[in-house]
Structure formats: C-alpha cells, structure tokens
C-alpha cells in the first residue's frame, strides 16, 4: 500500500496496485492534520490496521490539545501552568463550556455544583454490601455506576439542559462517592459534604474529620489537592476517555459511561500508574538498590517496568510533572517532612534514569504520577485510594467530551473493525463423534 500526498494540499492519494484514490486531508486548527479514511472501505473493501491507536484519530475535539514532543498541553486553548494557577472548578467551567467564566458565571457555576453534593441517602446501603478491604476504585466503578439508577428516568440526554444538570452532578458527587469509599475501608462514619467549603476542602475534610472532633482545613493543603485536580482535569483521547465515549456512543446512561472510564483507568498501564509508582520506590526500598531496578527496567526478558516513566504521547517532559513535583515540595514541606526515604530514593531514580542512555534514546521521563504518589502519601491518603483521586479530577474531562460526542452531528455508534485471523468456516461436529 502506498499513500503519499498528492499535490492538492487538501488530500492525499492511496494506491493499491494499479489503482488509486484521492482521500480528503482535514486541517485542524493546530498539530497534526488527519487523512480522512470513513469512505475507505466502501471505496476499497480494506480496513486499515492500527491496534493501539497510535496513528488514528477516533474523533474531532475542540477541548483538550497535547504536543507530547514539545511537552505542551493546553485546555482549550489555555497552557497548563497558567491553569494551575486558576482554581478546579473554573477549570471545570472552562472544559465545560469553552470559555473562561466571568465572575458572575463562576458564582453561579460554583453555587450550581455546590448544591449537588450529597448523594441520595440509599446510596449509603450500596457500600455497606462490600467487604472493607474492598479496593476503593472497585467500590467507586459501582457507586458511580448506581448514580444510573437514581437519574436514569431523568436524563434525557438529547435535551441539552440535562445533559448538562447530569455533568453537574457527576462533577458535585463524586467527591462525595470517593470519599465515601476511603470512610467505608478504615470503618468510619460517612461525612457529609460541607457546602460552605471550596470543592478541594470540602473534599479534605469528607475524606479526614471525623463527628467527635472539629476539623481545620490546611490552605496550604487544599490547594495542593486543587492543583492535582487541575492537571488531571483531561487529556484527550485517552484509553479512560476513549471508553466513555464509545460507551456514550450507544447512547447509554452518562453516569453508566463515566463508570465504564472508572474502570480503564484503574489499569496500572493508565491511572493505577501512581499506586504502582509508590509501591515500586517502596520494593526498591534505598537509593543503593536502584541500579538493580534500572537493570531489570532495561531487560527485556524481565516485565518489570518502571512505573510513573514513559507516556504514550510525551516524549518530552510531561508539563504536568514539573508542576507536580513542585507541588510535592510545597505539601512535604508545610508538613516538615524533611528526610522521606521513598523522596530521596525517587529523586536519585529521576536523576539515574535521566542520564541512562536507554531511557535517553526512547525519550522515556517521569510522568506526572511518578511525584502524584508521593504527595498523595503525604497527604495522608494510603496507595489504594491514589487511583481514586485521578478518577474525581478526570471526571470533568470524561463527561465534557461525553458531552461534545452527544453533541457532535456527525456521531455515529463507534464500532471499529478487525483484521480477522481466525478459523475459516467449518461444519459443527457433535460431540460423541469428535475425536
Ligand atoms: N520502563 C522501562 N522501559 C519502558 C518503560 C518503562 N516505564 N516505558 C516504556 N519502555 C520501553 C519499552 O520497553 C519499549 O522499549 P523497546 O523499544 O526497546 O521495545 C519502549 O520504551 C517503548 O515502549 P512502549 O510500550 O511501546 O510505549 P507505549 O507508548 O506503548 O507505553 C506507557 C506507554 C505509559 C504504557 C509505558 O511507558 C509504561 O508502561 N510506563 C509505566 C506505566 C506508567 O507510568 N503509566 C502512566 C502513564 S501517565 C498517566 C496516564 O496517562 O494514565
């Protein structure tokens, strides 16, 4: 197969043997331009072959753009670091909407996801069927795909309006749901939300007051909480991302969606990356040990990977890990923890593995969950509940482009194809006449 652009800058030709035709070249406003194959098929009888998606472009988006050679990542439009410095909730406008809100749309959106905090008190009987030691994201992929069940009959969603009362209310609860779910597994009571709170401190304090006692929230602390919600905010097409759309794209129920992404990105190829980091700094154990790891990372005999390196996308820094890693010294320095030997051994495996010629050549650098995990633990919050937290500050990515499929006309169920290599057909035999 041969496919080269013609000169009409606006398509590029295919040819198969003695034939050829013209595919139409699409512009997008920046990055790569995309070769439109939608009619291949009828045009050709072929598919084409991509597993993994590494040069297909499942959908047109105006929301998220990332340049991982460049080590850029804008909201529309916005980077990333003068985001950071914004708040998560008019981040949350902002992917939403499309625009940055003015004041007065900020008090309304805030005062609007503030009065959508508590969930229905039926809810709390769905947590207490799972044992404790339930892992928090298996209960939050069932809590948030019950939400289903409690706004099924009331999301409509080919009417704009509750589709976006429905992306209000998954943004207002799942604070409220993930909270729950770190409550339930130490075995203390539910803490309902305070709406007099901001999202960020409202959330630090559903996860760690407790009734008997009053509870202050850190300033410090919660605005670092923020900040990682503003980095996870989106990310394009990622995997989570890509299910929620083509479970959307049956028209299914947005929370059922939402849950659906849950449950990608718990993998530890994807979101579950942090717990996985944090695990690894802790088997490594001393800065002594990390050339036995680098070794094993670089053997290609042994599945050992290191976690919180590499991206699918970036092959420059990652621009989130920058701004985590100095919000890891903000948070570990308010909470005076000078000496944390999982730090140190993570600063000397950044510097190692920065300089090793392996990682150099395949363009591999901390990610954002590599410093994400250590702030977390600082936190107070244990491993388990890392990948949580990624799920409650993805949520707004998942169902603003849950939101621009439904409303873009050209969407169809996504439905991709294969490339068969299986049996050819052949006849059924009963089973006392098999061999
Ligand atoms: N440690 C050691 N080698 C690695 C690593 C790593 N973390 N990541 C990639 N490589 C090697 C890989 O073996 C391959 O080498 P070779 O070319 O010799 O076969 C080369 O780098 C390219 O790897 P790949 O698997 O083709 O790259 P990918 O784009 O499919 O994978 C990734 C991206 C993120 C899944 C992978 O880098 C990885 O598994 N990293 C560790 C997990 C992690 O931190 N994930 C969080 C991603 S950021 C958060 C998110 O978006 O969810």
């Avoid at 409303?407 to 290599?421: A, H």
Wanted: net charge negative.
């Amino acid at each position: 197969m041969d496919a080269s652009q013609s000169n009409a800058p606006n398509s590029a030709t295919l040819t198969i043997g003695d034939e050829s035709w013209e595919l139409p070249i699409l512009n997008g406003t920046i990055g790569p331009d995309v070769i439109d194959i939608a009619k291949l098929y009828g045009q050709t009888g072929m598919f084409t072959y991509d597993p993994g998606f590494t040069s297909t472009a499942s959908c047109e988006s105006q929301i998220t753009y990332i340049d991982g050679d460049e080590g850029v990542l804008l909201y529309r439009g916005y980077p990333i670091e003068q985001l950071a410095e914004s708040d998560f909730l008019e981040t949350c406008y902002l992917l939403l909407y499309g625009e940055l809100p003015t004041a007065a749309q900020k008090a309304d959106f805030d005062y609007r996801v503030t009065r959508h905090t508590m969930v229905h008190e039926q809810m709390s009987r769905f947590f207490h069927g799972f044992r404790r030691d339930a892992h928090p994201m298996s209960v939050l992929v069932a809590s948030v795909g019950a939400l289903s069940a409690f706004y099924h009959d009331s999301t409509d969603i080919s009417d704009p309006q509750q589709r976006m009362i429905a992306s209000i209310r998954m943004i207002a609860k799942i604070p409220t749901l993930a909270a729950m779910a770190y409550k339930y597994s130490i075995g203390q009571p539910f803490v309902y939300p305070k709406n007099d709170l901001d999202y960020a401190s409202n959330f630090l304090r559903m996860c760690f007051s407790v009734p008997c006692e009053e509870y202050k929230v850190n300033p410090i602390l919660s605005r670092a909480i923020d900040r990682i919600f503003i980095l996870h905010a989106d990310h394009e097409q990622n995997a989570s991302t890509s299910t929620v759309r083509l479970a959307g794209s049956s028209g299914a129920n947005p929370f059922a969606c939402i849950a659906a992404g849950i449950a990608c990105l718990w993998g530890p190829a994807h979101g579950g990356a942090n717990e996985a980091a944090l695990k690894m700094l802790g088997e490594i154990g001393s800065v002594d040990r990390i050339p036995e790891f680098i070794n094993r990372a670089k053997d290609k005999n042994d599945p050992f990977r290191l976690m919180g390196f590499g991206h699918r996308v970036y092959k420059n820094y990652d621009p989130r890990a920058k701004i985590m890693q100095r919000t890891c010294h903000e948070v570990l320095g308010e909470l005076g923890i000078k000496d944390d030997p999982l730090l140190d051994i993570a600063v000397e495996l950044e510097r190692i593995a920065l300089q090793d010629e392996y990682f150099v050549e395949r363009k591999l650098y901390p990610n954002i969950d590599f410093y994400s995990g250590i702030t977390l633990r600082a936190l107070g919050f244990p491993t388990s509940m890392f990948t949580v937290l990624f799920a409650l500050a993805r949520t707004v990515g998942w169902i603003g482009q849950w939101k621009e499929m439904i409303e873009d006309p050209s969407q169809r169920i996504g439905r991709p194809r294969q490339l068969y290599t299986g049996a050819t057909q052949r006849d059924y035999v009963p089973i006392a006449r098999r061999k």
